[in-house]
């Protein structure tokens, strides 16, 4: 992938507020902009000077931008493309992404969210570009190498099935993704993960889940970018009416992961189901009890509850180490899997030092973590 110095971004929109603002945040992170207003002008700024990666807005006068992303993509094989809109529309945002586009940000632009997309795309340019790359090079030679060279195709021909199967599935979660808004936090994930992991090890699962789980288990609330702002956010406590609502992220993120392709969303979607359910049955959204609850979700269950017990919210204040346990252990073999929650206690050095580790940047919100 580009380091930021040695990537030329173009910015294309109409409107020149929108160039300077997202010329201001690349050249912050280190990129190098060019601008134009309208799709006519970008074409010759793409064909007098080498461009990494183009943001362009949809609605312009003259050429579209979906007219200039067609159009280049053919020039500029090398070229990505990042689309922004003020119209969340979800089937032109997947039209975009069908024709080439790399990503798709809907106005009012938020940096983080720019940053992303401009970081992956280039990301997934390079890794096209070095694919593409290996297979010029490896059709010149195959006459000539042996059973070697085979083999290597033959993981070529993997990876790049790989990487259709991927982007079919970014097309696909972008889209339902679409229909939600966002605003996770910090460091809670990167906890949860090693958490979960460190449980996982102690309860006596194969190494492989072990692994499997610290990396889904950070997409347990994914749900929630379909949780309103005016509730995931709020300071207070929540109505019974409200509670109703964030509970829905449970299921909302059981959808967005399920029916992939991929063990460990398919990991991810068992957790963001059952994370809240409880061991006495009382928990949602399904009331499950017991050892029906899958382990994955007893794990996610007692690392979740620490983590947001010991942490700042934009409704409380963290609890000490000792209080938090105390809070937990009245609910061992309630809230709690009894046998996964003793486990977890004689595991605090550990959990401790990542916690230590891991301490949340203050000046990100929190947002609410623990519905």
Sequence with gaps: MLAPQDAKILIVDDEIYIREILSRWLSKDGYDCL?????????LTLAHSPVSLMISDIMMPGISGLELLATAKKKYQDLAVIMATAVDDRQVGTHALEIGAYGYVIKPLDRN?????????LHLRGLEMENRRHREELEQLVEERTRKLQETIRKLLET???????REETIQRLAMAAEFRDDETALHTVRMGSFCQILAIRAGLPPADCELIRSASPLHDVGKIGTPDNILLKPGKLTAEEF?????????????????????LETGAIIAWTHHEKFNGSGYPRGLAGE?????????AVCDVFDALTSDRVYKKAYPVDKAVEIMMEGRGNHFDPVLLDLFMNSMDEVLAIKDEYIDNQSMPPGRLQG
């Excluded at 969210?113 to 795309?121: D, F, S, T």
């Design 292 to 300: 029906s609850i899958p382990i994955e979700g007893r794990i996610a």
């Design 35 to 43: 601008t134009a207003s309208n799709g006519e002008e970008a074409l």
């Design 160 to 166: 790049e099935k790989e990487l259709s199967i991927s």
């Design 244 to 264: 109703v609502i964030i509970k829905k992220h449970a299921e909302i993120g059981h959808r967005l992961l399920s029916n992939s392709s991929s063990t460990m």
């Design 113 to 121: 969210e720019v940053l992303l997309n401009v970081a992956n795309g």
